[in-house]
């Protein structure tokens, strides 16, 4: 089935980098949709790809000529292959600094576009990153119940695959990860089929604290070994880190930062979830809906301003809370719930992180369907009702 063209949430930062930046530079993971959404969002402009011979040989064989002749309106794919061309970009621009919007980068490999640009264009640049659908445009793309689009994940292309044969995707998906991505970039001894068990014990510590020394240590390898693969991930976007939100509130709080899966597609692949009934019944659907609203909620908040930061907290004690978020109407405070009804009995921890932090309102993340307020403290808001808006 052919990939109908949606309308992508950060067209409009896009727009506007383009009236900002000389170079605004898409990233994010392989089969995001870089490419369709720089395509469809510049329809006029000249499209070159890096990883297509004939195009790198048009490139390279004379930067300076190639960017006098296209470089106005120009997409450059994967760019990062060709090293030689950011100092040549740096001296094309700085020629008529004032013109904006004149070349857009695509990449997947984060480190050596971020390498390149940091030492050649620092200032010439502005950054967007691209992910998987979030839940509106999946829903662009075909109505989709939102317990589904949890379930198979944002990858536009399996979207519209059957139920099968998006396993089969999701298969080829990580196996160019450990023999294509983890190859370039890092140098390592384990074999693909390593790779693939180290990446579902990875995923086992989806949503919960990060201990490199207890997954090094089952798998048989050092905690160096460890942290560089997940640093990988994070480079190629398939995880982030959330990290502790630390203030003076007379508590011992915890240290360890938590990881989780940016797709939940990926990561209930991993866990060998692969249905509606599977993930129901999972020990994992908990901290599987953590992540999976957190992410969505990150989405959310960069649509509408690009310095929200993201935590969470916990005290030794145990009081805790999921998410935080930090912006500049202040300080945010989400409990994330796979229920779909909420006992105030569950939310005495919540309550007194709220406390501790001088928060007089925290929001419940549920999945159940109506929206209400609890009490004068507390906002329980439908994760579907959430992402919707």
């Known amino acids: 089935m052919p990939l109908v063209l949606v309308k992508r949430t950060i067209s409009e930062k896009l727009d506007k980098y383009l009236k900002l930046f000389p170079i605004v530079v898409v990233v994010g993971p392989r089969q995001s949709g870089k490419t369709t959404f720089a395509k469809m969002e510049l329809p006029e402009w000249r499209y070159f790809d890096m990883e297509k011979p004939s195009d790198f040989g048009r490139v390279s064989a004379d930067i300076e000529f190639f960017l006098n002749q296209y470089g106005e309106h120009c997409i450059i794919d994967e760019a990062q292959i060709l090293s ?25 490999v984060n480190p050596l576009l971020i390498k390149n640009i940091s030492e050649s264009l620092a200032g010439r640049a502005g950054f967007i990153e ?10 662009k793309l075909r109505k989709i119940k939102l317990e589904r689009f949890w379930l198979n994940g944002g990858y536009p292309e399996p979207l519209l695959w059957k139920e099968d044969d998006r396993h089969v995707w999701m298969e080829q998906y990580v196996k160019t990860f450990v023999e294509r991505d983890v190859f370039s970039l890092l140098k390592t001894s384990l074999s693909p089929q390593q ?31 460890v942290n560089r693969y997940v640093e990988l991930m994070e480079t190629y976007f398939l995880i982030d880190k959330l990290v502790p939100y630390y203030k003076n509130v007379g508590k011992r709080l915890v240290k360890s930062c938590k990881i989780y899966f940016r797709d939940t597609g990926l990561l209930h692949y991993l866990l060998n979830i692969s249905s509606i009934e599977t993930l129901r019944t999972s020990t994992y659907r908990g901290f599987s809906f953590e992540g999976f609203v957190i ?26 809370i999921d998410f935080l978020i930090h912006n500049r109407d ?44 609890l009490d004068k403290q507390i906002e329980v808001k439908a994760i579907s009702n959430l992402l919707e808006t």
């Not at 929200?308 to 004690?317: E, G, I, L, Q, V």
């Open 295 to 320: 992410e969505q909620m990150k989405r959310k908040y960069f649509r509408k301003s690009s310095g929200a930061r993201f935590y969470f907290y916990r005290t030794s004690h145990g009081d805790e």
């Open 195 to 225: 790779q693939i068990q180290l990446l579902i014990m990875i995923a086992h510590s989806h949503a919960r604290f990060w201990n490199a020394s207890q997954t090094a240590s089952a798998f048989g390898i050092s905690y160096h070994t």
């Open 130 to 139: 691209i992910h998987p659908f979030d839940y509106l445009e999946a829903n």
């Open 84 to 108: 030689e061309l950011f100092p040549a970009l740096r001296s094309y621009v700085d020629r008529k600094m004032v013109k904006k919007g004149r070349i857009v980068l695509l990449g997947s």
């Open 330 to 373: 202040g300080l945010h405070a989400y409990e994330i719930k796979t229920a779909t009804t909420i006992d105030v009995e569950d939310l005495k921890g919540f309550k007194r992180s709220l406390e501790q932090l001088g928060l007089k309102k925290g929001t419940v993340v549920y999945f159940g369907s109506e929206d209400y307020n």
